[in-house]
């Protein structure tokens, strides 16, 4: 690789790092909730007591309750993999084309 590319990638790994480490590092009595709960609590609190949701969840619907926490991790982790391999086959086919020669 070039001098500069190895750079810049040094640079990015070390802003990472620091985006990871730093903020329990200097805010060690925050609390570090998903916005799904946050979400739901500032709704009760600008729509009042009296706030119903438009439309219960399909899944919890279709199985007359709430999914267990794992169950929600292992959807998540569903999700997140299945873009991953979105973005991974649009790289490849963006790579592919490229390298094609031009007839």
Do not use: C, H, Y
């Not at 609390?31 to 609590?41: F, Q, T």
């Not at 009042?48 to 919890?60: A, C, L, R, T």
């Not at 991790?73 to 790579?95: E, H, K, P, R, S």
Request: charged share 20%.
């Amino acid at each position: 690789m070039k001098k500069k590319t190895v750079l810049t990638v040094i640079v990015l790994v070390i802003i990472a790092g620091a985006i990871f480490f730093l903020p329990p590092i200097f805010l060690p009595d925050a609390e570090w909730e998903g916005s799904d709960d946050g979400g739901a609590g500032m709704v009760e609190e600008i729509a009042g007591e009296g706030f119903e949701p438009w439309f219960e969840p399909v899944i919890e619907t279709a199985i007359g309750g709430e999914l267990s926490e794992e169950a929600e991790t292992w959807l998540f982790v569903l999700q997140g993999t299945i873009g991953v391999l979105i973005l991974v086959f649009g790289f490849i086919a963006l790579n592919k084309r490229r390298k094609l020669p031009e007839s």
